[in-house]
């Protein structure tokens, strides 16, 4: 067999060997914390999640942005969280994994901070982070 053929097969079999290897790991190493393969794995299947605000103490009637890096086109759910309402929007990636989603900041209680969860997921794995914003008039 030639070699380019050979390390082609061995790296296409590596994943299904890794699988199998954390299956064959009883209930109790795999409980036994995060230095143990499952732990290691579910680690893994966790989707990347970073926030930030272009404006975290915007005035009122202006908007604000919730900037979102993450996997290339995963979907994202952004919920604010204001002293009398939730407010979710969804909104998808782009290539690179980016997307702002924008907030207009009305009559919000100025003074509150405004918590901001961030959802996202692609291919069944999640992840989720946080930011916030302060309102003032």
């Not at 994943?15 to 209930?27: N, R």
């Not at 989707?47 to 994202?76: E, W």
């Not at 909104?91 to 961030?118: C, E, K, L, M």
Request: glycine share 6%; net charge positive.
């Amino acid at each position: 067999m030639n070699k380019h053929l050979l390390r082609a097969i061995s790296v296409a079999i590596a994943p299904a060997a890794a699988l199998m290897l954390t299956a064959a790991v009883p209930a109790s190493a795999a409980s036994a914390g995060p230095a143990s393969p499952a732990g290691t794995l579910a680690q893994a299947a966790r989707l990347k999640c970073h926030v930030s605000m272009t404006n975290s103490h915007p005035r009122d009637y202006t908007s604000t942005g919730v900037q979102v890096r993450t996997a290339p086109f995963a979907a994202i759910e952004t919920v604010a969280h204001y002293r009398t309402v939730n407010h979710p929007k969804r909104r998808t990636a782009n290539s690179a994994g980016h997307r702002t989603v924008w907030y207009y900041i009305s009559g919000a209680t100025p003074g509150f901070r405004v918590v901001v969860d961030v959802y996202v997921s692609r291919h069944g794995r999640t992840g989720s982070c946080a930011t916030a914003f302060t309102p003032h008039r």
